[in-house]
């Protein structure tokens, strides 16, 4: 049996074991080449019948889209994602061609962010993904239609940047993590129980 301690951090692909997601980043540009290429990698992310239910609305630093993506962010993420040089809102279809709803459209979608993140990392680019967004105020700014719900938001930029240029509550956290639940705390090869002892490792 394969055990806790034999399968470590460093015996997955380094692009998993490296992302992490800062509040700060590089004064490095991203291109919209780059933007493309990263919304290409989303493009090809799994989904359920292969509805593909994302929506997606990114703006530059300097443009109007980024400006009125930033204004739809909560206070505390107003906080520091202007150091951002790209936002994005993240939002899903909630109903399929039918009319029915499509039950599973939020985990495609948080499909698509994890390709997007990890084509990222690959390039050197950072993404940190965010939940706290103004949704109703998000859905009525882009003029998105009933069927559809505005989930997440997504920072993105070159790593690098100073971590002092925060908040000082910020500056306290902003520090990669290794800190994960153990695997044996979440998966079960059998039936499933919830044991509160044991929820954490650092690998």
Known sequence: MIT?????????????????????FSDQAVQETEIQLLLEAGRWAPSSSNVQPWRIIWGAKGGETYNRIFECLDPFNQKWAGNAPVLMLAAFKKTKAEGKENFHALHDLGAFSAHLTFQAQSMGIAVHQMAGVKHEEAHAE?????????ATALAIGYYGGDSSDLPEDLQKIETP???????????????????????????
């Open 4 to 24: 806790e301690k034999i399968l470590k951090k460093h015996d997955i692909h380094p692009l998993l074991q490296e992302r992490w997601s800062p509040r700060v």
């Open 142 to 150: 882009f003029e998105f239609t009933n069927d559809y719900h505005v």
């Open 177 to 203: 993590t290794s800190e994960r639940k153990t695997r044996s705390a979440f998966a079960f090869n059998g039936n499933f129980h919830d044991d509160p002892k044991n929820t954490s490792e650092e690998n």
